[in-house]
């Protein structure tokens, strides 16, 4: 079956400690995306990317790095530097804009909860 | 700029009620509209999507949504909760260039 996997689901972390989430996904998505959720803040994204090699900055990058080496993987790492660390972050993936006519929707993964202790 | 906004944080109907879930959405281009759905400490599955093909669209679980240009609205419908329905519901604006634009989500609670 295609789709999204993300591990681990749950992930404890003592602070200043830089830990990296994955996400693959099977689809033969060219663009893949990360999200954080907070409770009643809905999704805000950290990175995108639309192309192997290629990522964009989201609305809050900071304290955050991502990699783009296969088209299958788009691993996040939460470095010391994010101040509020924990969260639900998601990870998503979709067909290029181009091939959607816009309307492009995109296709989530389980999650992975991070904890700082 | 392009926004959504979810009106009701949560809400509350009886199993076999009609279930309502509010979007306002502000666009400067023609919008893609979407609905997710997300049950405790999962993922985000697609209830439908707005493609301008027409103007109320069916998704899956028997929720609908009907998007009014002169309301900047896509609220989503069910015609009877079910228990299972239970879940955060968010909406989602496409703003190009492949990136969404969530709500801040409204969690429905079906009371027996």
């Known amino acids: 079956d295609g789709g999204i996997t993300q591990s681990p689901k749950y992930l404890f972390r003592k602070e200043g400690q830089n830990v990296t989430l994955s996400c693959e996904q099977n689809?033969?998505?060219?663009?893949m995306y990360w999200y954080r959720q907070d409770p009643g803040q809905g999704l805000r994204l950290i990175y995108y990317?639309?192309?192997?090699?290629?990522?964009q900055k989201g609305d809050i990058a900071e304290g955050y790095s991502v990699s783009r080496e296969k088209k299958e993987s788009f691993p996040l790492t939460v470095t010391s530097a994010q101040k509020n660390p924990t969260a639900f972050y998601l990870c998503a993936s979709s067909i290029p804009a181009g091939l959607a006519g816009g309307h492009n929707e995109q296709f989530f993964g389980p999650g992975t909860r991070l904890t700082v202790l | 700029a392009q926004s959504v906004t979810q009106l009701g944080s949560h809400v509350s109907v009886s199993e076999g009620a009609l279930v309502l879930l509010r979007c306002n959405y502000s666009?400067?281009?023609?919008?893609?509209l979407f609905w997710y759905v997300q049950y405790p400490n999962q993922g985000l599955q697609l209830l439908l999507k707005y493609t301008s093909a027409a103007t109320l669209v069916k998704g899956i679980n028997g929720f609908e949504a009907e998007f009014k240009k002169s309301e900047t609205s896509f609220h989503l419908t069910k015609p009877s909760a079910h228990m299972s329905d239970a879940a955060e519901y968010f909406c989602a604006l496409n703003t190009g260039f492949q990136k969404l634009v969530f709500g801040t989500g409204t969690r429905l609670l079906v009371s027996p």
């Open positions: 990317s639309q192309i192997v090699n290629d990522f």
């Open positions: 666009s400067s281009v023609p919008p893609y």
């Open positions: 689809l033969n998505h060219d663009a």
